[in-house]
């Protein structure tokens, strides 16, 4: 798990909003994983969740980078 110092002004965070929309078993949720996880294994059916989205799923990621701290919100939509 990734550790970064927050400083004591929130607003320094950027916060972007991503969302994957599409047909169920397209692999919105594996894409997901690879990155929370960096995992990828074209045999199994990797999930976030453990269950099929039902209805949307939220997770979050904070990523350091140019001196700057920015949270990634990544919203898993059940596909339909």
Known sequence: SDSISFSSNR???QKFKIV???DQNVGKSSIIARYIRNEFDPTKNVKIFELATI???F???NIATAGKI???QLWDTAGQ
């Open 11 to 13: 607003n320094s965070i």
């Open 20 to 22: 994957l929309v599409g």
């Open 55 to 57: 209805g949307i799923d």
């Open 59 to 61: 997770i979050s990621k």
């Open 70 to 72: 920015i949270r990634l």
